[in-house]
């Protein structure tokens, strides 16, 4: 599996900005609240993708948002680690204080503010020569909850966010899992994670 699987939705970001999200659970409302919003679909390597082109972060930000809400109802159980969606009707976006990667397969993270080194330490991260890392038996589902909390607990101290997933194109999007394998076990839902979508 991939870390794009373990949440009934899942917003994330291409390298070439495109706003991608895959719906893991059955959610009849997902497709039209999706494609009413601007996302167009495409069959790939077994997984409906609902995907948003390269457009302005207002944009992404404000069609995202406005899904991300109309799926609520359905379901809680939503993560958004995209970068493309970033914006504030406020202002410039924060300086950032912390970078995840997850395309790699195990998440690690770098900082550039002492008060984001605070905020990984009480988050689970660990320090490593070259920055932070969660430890090697957290599980896919359990990383992406803790990268979606951090991201909140930094964005509310005042830090921007970068995360990478490592997806240079949707045509580098992970295949759908096996039907085949073991459902993952029943975890309580993540909250939607990202204050930018919250009205």
């Given amino acids: 599996m991939a870390f794009i699987d373990h949440h009934d939705v899942f917003v994330g970001s291409t390298t070439d900005g495109h706003t991608f999200v895959t719906i893991n659970r059955d959610l009849p409302a997902a497709h039209r609240i999706l494609t009413r919003n601007g996302f167009t679909t495409r069959e790939h390597q077994g997984r409906t993708l609902y995907l948003l082109p ?11 948002g406005h899904a991300l809400h109309e799926l609520l109802p359905h379901t809680m159980d939503i993560v958004d680690l995209s970068w493309t969606t970033r914006w504030m009707d406020s202002g410039p976006l924060p300086e950032t204080g912390a970078r995840f990667d997850l395309s790699e397969g195990r998440v690690t993270a770098t900082v550039d503010a002492d008060a984001a080194r605070e905020v990984l330490e009480q988050h689970a991260f660990q320090r490593t020569p070259t920055g932070y890392a969660l430890p090697g038996e957290t599980s896919e589902r359990e990383s992406v909850g803790i990268v979606a909390r951090a991201e909140i607990h930094l964005w509310a101290l005042g830090h921007g966010v970068e995360v990478t997933l490592g997806i240079p194109t949707p045509d580098a999007i992970p295949p759908a899992p096996s039907r085949a394998s073991a459902p993952a076990p029943a975890q309580p839902p ?10």
């Fill in 190 to 199: 993540q909250p939607a994670t990202s204050k930018r979508h919250i009205r």
């Fill in 54 to 64: 390269p457009t302005s972060a207002q944009e992404a930000h404000d069609r995202t």
